[in-house]
C-alpha cells in the first residue's frame, strides 16, 4: 500500500511542566492518542488519530492537555480547501462514500438568529413567572373541529370523544436515537428523564430494550423500514407510535448499524442475529404512496385499539407542505419534521450537507398550509433538527410547532463534543458506542440529573420569554406569528416564513 | 391641574340592562361612562343600545358608516344583493363641535333575501348576514358596518363619548340594556369604524384591554371562515364570541371557560368528570384563548356578559339593584346612577357575570 497523503486534522499539546504521568489521558481515549513510554518516562501523543472530543482534556487533573486544529500547511485558496481536498483524498485512496455522524457542519443559514421575540410595554403588562403562573402544557394528537355538549343532564357534558393525545408539561421531547446507535446508560438515561420531567423520549427504530418497559408510559416507539424490534407487545408498551419515513440528515435513505455493533443485548432487542449488519432499506416497502401509508397507520391504530396516537416522521424536503398535508390526511395524529440541520449516527456525508430544506421555512410552510385547509387541529407538528437552546424553541412553537425533539441537545447534555464520530463505535463519553468500558462511563443517574436539568432551565426560559411578551398559557404562543419579526431577510424569506420585518 | 398629573389608565366600559326588559333613556350610561373620562383620550366613543326599534324589531338594523358618497352607492348596491330594505334613513345626529370629520351615517332595516336562503339552504339567515358584513367591509371601499343585529344599534365615532351620544341624540331613544365605552387607543389610530362597541349580528363588545394572543386568534378564525379585517382584538373578540356561542352552541359559562381559561394548577384539583370537560375545552379550543389583559363587556338581544381574563389584568366591578345590572370598569361609574346597590362586588378573574332578559321580557 503506497503511502496515505491524508494529513492529520488536530494536535495534542501537552504542558510537560504540569503533566504529572498519571496516564489518565492514556486510559481515557479509546482512538489511542496517548500512551506512556516506560524507558524515556514520558506522556507521548499522536495526534492524528484524536478526535477532538475533549474527553482527555476535561479530566486531565492538572490541566496540561489541550487540542488544537493543526495550523494550516495548506496553501490558501477559497476554492480547494483543506476540507475539499482532505474529501478528495480519502475518497482516491478507498473508493468509498465518506461518512459523518451528527448534523450537518455546514454553515446553511440558521433562520432562528434572524428571527427576533415580542415584548410587551405600557399597553399590556409583561407577566413575572416568578410570580404569576406559566403553563406550558401541551396535548399532541388529533383534535375535533369543536366540541358537542349535552344539555340533557343537570350539569352540561362533553359529548365529543378526543382521540388518545400525549401530555407534555414541557413542549420538548427527544429525539428518535436507537438503542444500538447510542448505549444502553445513554437510553436510560433520556427514559428516566422523559419520566422525571412528564415529556417521552423515541426509541428510534432499534427496538425497546425489555428494562426500558417500565418507562413506557413516556416512551414513542418507532416503526421504521427495517421493522427492528416491531412486535404486538413493542407496541403495547408504548404511549405513542411514530412511523419514520424520513430523517433529515438523510432523506431518502435508509440506515446501516455495522455488525460489530450489534452485540447480544442490542440483536435480541433488533430481533437480528449476533454481528449482522441491520439494513434498513431508504423507502419503506410496503409504502410507495400516499394511500399505502394510510393502511399502515390504520393497521397500527387498529392493533392497539385506537388507544396512542400515531405519528409519521418525515424529512423536510422541497414538497413538505403536501407531503405534511397528505400525512394528516391519510390519518396521522402527529407529524413530525426533521430539518436538513438535523443529526444522525451515520450518513453520508455528501447527502447529509446537501439534501433538504431549513427546519423553519418547513414548519413555516407546513404550519401555514394545514391551515389554509383547515386541518391543522387534526394534527399536531413536532419539529426537529438542529434546535440549540430555549430561544430556537420559543421561535419555533411560535412559528406555529406544537413541540420539538431535541437530539443533539440531550446528547451535548450527557457529555457529548460533537466530534462527529459516531459511527466508529469508539464514543469516549460512553454515549454512542457499545463497549462495555466505553458504556460504563455513562452514569445513567448523572446523565438523568443532566437532561432534567436542561429541560428545566429551558423550561424556566420559556417561561420568561412569554411572560415578557404577556401570554402565559402556551396555546397563546403557539403560532402566534405576530410575536416574531425578521431581521437581515428577503421579502421572499419573510414571505414564506409568515412574518414582518423588525420595524413594521 | 388634575389633567398634568394624569397617568394614562387605559378605556371606560359600562353596561347597564334590566332584567325584566324595562326600557330607559339614556342619561344612565351617559353619566356613568362621562364620569371615566380620563380613561380615555378622545379617539373614540360609543354605544349600544337594545330595544330600540321595537316597531322595525323583526328586521336586521344596519348602521352603515360612509367615508364618501361613492362608497355608499357601492354598498348599497352590494347590500341590495343580498337583503331586501324595508326602510333606510339617515341616522340622526346634531351637530356638535368637538365632534369633527364625521362620515355619512345611513341606517338601513333589512330582511334577507327569500332566493338567497334557498341558495344557501345549508346556512342560516345569520351566517348570511355574517357574509354580507364581512364583504361590505372587505371589498366596499369607503364603507363599513358599525352594526347588524335586530332591534339594536351601534352608536360610535371619534371623540370623547360624552359628545358621541349627545351628537347621536341618544337621549331620543329608549333602550333594556345600553353599554358604553370611553377609548384610549395605542394599536391603532382614532377613526370611526375603530371605536367600540364592535358589532356583529346582535353582539357587541366593549373592550378594555390589549389581546397578546391576537396573532394566533385571528389564524384559528380564519379556520372557521372569519376574516379579521381592522386589527383590532375587540373584532377578534367579537369573532370569537360568535363562533362559540351561536355557532359552537357552548353556554355562556363554557364559552367563558374558553375565552378566559381557568388555570391546570386549579383544574387539576376538580372532580375527575369537571377535570376531563375543561381539559377537552383547553385542548380543542386553545386557539380561542384570550391572552392579556382585558375586561369586557358582551352585549345581545337576551344576555349581557361581563368577563375578566383569566389573571385580571383589568379592572371591573359589578352590581345588582332589582331587576338592573351594572358593569362597569371602576366602583364610580356604578355609584353614580346607583348609590346604594343590593350588591356590589369586583369581578373575579374568568368568572363571567350574566344578566339575562327574563322569559318573559321583551
Redesign the interface.
Known amino acids: 500500500m503506497s503511502i496515505s497523503h491524508l494529513l492529520d486534522d488536530y494536535q495534542m499539546v501537552r504542558d510537560e511542566e504540569r503533566c504529572i504521568k498519571c496516564q489518565v489521558c492514556a486510559r481515557q481515549c479509546a482512538n489511542n492518542v496517548h500512551w506512556y513510554d516506560e524507558e524515556s518516562d514520558k506522556m507521548n501523543s499522536d495526534g492524528g488519530s484524536c478526535v477532538a472530543c475533549q474527553r482527555c482534556v476535561t479530566l486531565c487533573p492538572t490541566d496540561a492537555l489541550s487540542v488544537r486544529r493543526r495550523p494550516t500547511s495548506f496553501r490558501t485558496n477559497a476554492n480547494w480547501t483543506a476540507e475539499v481536498q482532505t474529501a478528495i483524498v480519502k475518497q482516491a485512496e478507498t473508493g468509498g462514500v465518506l461518512l459523518s455522524g451528527m448534523g450537518t457542519d455546514q454553515p446553511h443559514p440558521i433562520y432562528w438568529d434572524k428571527i427576533l421575540l415580542n415584548a410587551?410595554q405600557?399597553?399590556?403588562?409583561s407577566?413575572d413567572p416568578l410570580r404569576?403562573?406559566m403553563?406550558l402544557?401541551t396535548?399532541l394528537g388529533r383534535?375535533?373541529?369543536?366540541?358537542e355538549?349535552d344539555?340533557s343532564a343537570y350539569t352540561?357534558?362533553?359529548t365529543?370523544r378526543?382521540d388518545a393525545?400525549l401530555k407534555l408539561e414541557v413542549p420538548i421531547l427527544f429525539s428518535a436515537m436507537s438503542y444500538g446507535s447510542i448505549s444502553y446508560n445513554a437510553c436510560l438515561s433520556l427514559a428516566r428523564a422523559s419520566r422525571d420531567s412528564g415529556t417521552f423520549y423515541n426509541t428510534g427504530e432499534g427496538g425497546l430494550h425489555k428494562d426500558f418497559y417500565e418507562y413506557g408510559p413516556n416512551t414513542i416507539v418507532q416503526v421504521a423500514s427495517g421493522r427492528f424490534g416491531v412486535t404486538p407487545e413493542y407496541l403495547r408498551q408504548a404511549a405513542a407510535i411514530e412511523i419514520k419515513i424520513g430523517q433529515g440528515a438523510k432523506p431518502g435513505i435508509g440506515g446501516h448499524l455495522p455488525g460489530e455493533k450489534v452485540n447480544r443485548a442490542i440483536s435480541e432487542t433488533r430481533m437480528i442475529p449476533e454481528g449482522s449488519d441491520a439494513i434498513s432499506p431508504a423507502p419503506h416497502h410496503d409504502i410507495y404512496s400516499i394511500e399505502d401509508l394510510r393502511q399502515l397507520i390504520y393497521a397500527l391504530k387498529e392493533a392497539t385499539a385506537y388507544t396512542k396516537p400515531v405519528g409519521v416522521k418525515i424529512s423536510a424536503v422541497h414538497n413538505v407542505a403536501a407531503i405534511a398535508s397528505g400525512s394528516v390526511r391519510a390519518g396521522a395524529d402527529i407529524v413530525a419534521i426533521d430539518g436538513i440541520r438535523g443529526g444522525t449516527g451515520a450518513a453520508p456525508t455528501v447527502i447529509r450537507d446537501n439534501v433538504g430544506i431549513p427546519i423553519e421555512l418547513a414548519l413555516a410552510a407546513v404550519d401555514s398550509r394545514l391551515?389554509e385547509e383547515?386541518i391543522?387541529?387534526q394534527a399536531s407538528i413536532v419539529v426537529a433538527g438542529g434546535i440549540r437552546n430555549s430561544a430556537d424553541i420559543t421561535k419555533a412553537i411560535a412559528l406555529g410547532a406544537d413541540a420539538v425533539y431535541i437530539g443533539t441537545s440531550a446528547l451535548i447534555a450527557m457529555g457529548c463534543h460533537v466530534c462527529q464520530k459516531c459511527y466508529t463505535g469508539r464514543c469516549n463519553w460512553g454515549i454512542a458506542t457499545q463497549d462495555p468500558d466505553l458504556v460504563r462511563r455513562l452514569n445513567p443517574e448523572i446523565g438523568t440529573r443532566r437532561l432534567k436539568n436542561l429541560l428545566r432551565a429551558w423550561s424556566l426560559e420559556i417561561k420568561e420569554m412569554m411572560g415578557a411578551?404577556?401570554?402565559?398559557?402556551i396555546?397563546?404562543?403557539?403560532?402566534?406569528?405576530?410575536?416574531l419579526r425578521g431581521v437581515g431577510l428577503s421579502d421572499t424569506e419573510l414571505n414564506i416564513l409568515g412574518i414582518l420585518p423588525a420595524g413594521s | 391641574m388634575r389633567d398634568s398629573f394624569y397617568i394614562p389608565s387605559?378605556c371606560a366600559i359600562s353596561g347597564i340592562m334590566s332584567e325584566e326588559g324595562r326600557l330607559f333613556g339614556s342619561d344612565m350610561i351617559m353619566s356613568s361612562i362621562a364620569i371615566m373620562h380620563f380613561r380615555a383620550n378622545g379617539l373614540g366613543g360609543g354605544f349600544a343600545a337594545y330595544g330600540i326599534y321595537p316597531e322595525l324589531k323583526d328586521y336586521h338594523a344596519l348602521h352603515m358608516m360612509y367615508d364618501s358618497p361613492q362608497g355608499k352607492a357601492d354598498a348599497e348596491e352590494l347590500l341590495k344583493r343580498y337583503f331586501v330594505v324595508r326602510t333606510d334613513e339617515r341616522i340622526p345626529t346634531r351637530p356638535v363641535p368637538v365632534v369633527k370629520n364625521r362620515p355619512v351615517l345611513w341606517r338601513y332595516f333589512v330582511s334577507v333575501r327569500e332566493e338567497l336562503k334557498e341558495l344557501y339552504y345549508d346556512l342560516t339567515e345569520e351566517d348570511i348576514v355574517v357574509k354580507a358584513v364581512m364583504d361590505v367591509n372587505k371589498s366596499v371601499h369607503d364603507a363599513f358596518v358599525a352594526s347588524s343585529g335586530k332591534n339594536m344599534g351601534v352608536f360610535k365615532g371619534v371623540g370623547y363619548p360624552e359628545d358621541i351620544g349627545e351628537f347621536f341624540k341618544l337621549d331620543s331613544y329608549q333602550a333594556y340594556m345600553w353599554t358604553a365605552h370611553g377609548r384610549f387607543p395605542?394599536?391603532t389610530s382614532g377613526w370611526w369604524g375603530g371605536a367600540h362597541p364592535f358589532g356583529l349580528l346582535d353582539w357587541s363588545i366593549v373592550h378594555n384591554?390589549?389581546?397578546?394572543?391576537?396573532?394566533?386568534n385571528?389564524?384559528?378564525l380564519?379556520?372557521f371562515g372569519y376574516e379579521c379585517l381592522l386589527h383590532t382584538d375587540t373584532e377578534v373578540i367579537t369573532y370569537l364570541v360568535d363562533l362559540l356561542m351561536r355557532k359552537?352552541?357552548?353556554?355562556v359559562d363554557?364559552a367563558a371557560k374558553v375565552l378566559a381559561?381557568p388555570?391546570?394548577?386549579e383544574i387539576d384539583r376538580l372532580p375527575l368528570?369537571e377535570q376531563?370537560?375543561l381539559e377537552?375545552?383547553?385542548?380543542?379550543?386553545?386557539?380561542a384563548?384570550l391572552?392579556?389583559?382585558f375586561s369586557i363587556v358582551v352585549g345581545s338581544s337576551r344576555m349581557m356578559i361581563g368577563l375578566n381574563d383569566?389573571?385580571k389584568?383589568r379592572p371591573m366591578v359589578a352590581a345588582r339593584d332589582h331587576d338592573m345590572v351594572f358593569m362597569a370598569s371602576e366602583e364610580a361609574a356604578i355609584k353614580v346612577v346607583c348609590p346604594n346597590p343590593s350588591s356590589i362586588w369586583a369581578v373575579k378573574a374568568g368568572e363571567p357575570v350574566v344578566a339575562v332578559l327574563k322569559d318573559h321580557a321583551a
Open positions: 410587551s405600557v399597553t399590556n403588562p407577566i404569576e403562573p403553563e402544557r396535548y383534535k375535533p373541529d369543536r366540541l355538549i344539555f352540561p357534558t362533553v365529543t378526543i393525545q391551515r383547515g391543522r387541529n411578551m404577556g401570554v402565559n398559557a396555546e397563546s404562543l403557539r403560532g402566534n406569528r405576530a410575536h | 387605559g395605542t394599536n384591554g390589549e389581546i397578546s394572543s391576537y396573532g394566533i385571528r389564524r384559528y380564519a379556520n359552537h352552541e357552548l353556554p363554557l381559561a388555570l391546570w394548577k368528570a376531563q370537560k377537552a375545552l383547553r385542548m380543542v379550543y386553545g386557539g384563548l391572552n392579556g389583559p383569566r389573571i389584568l
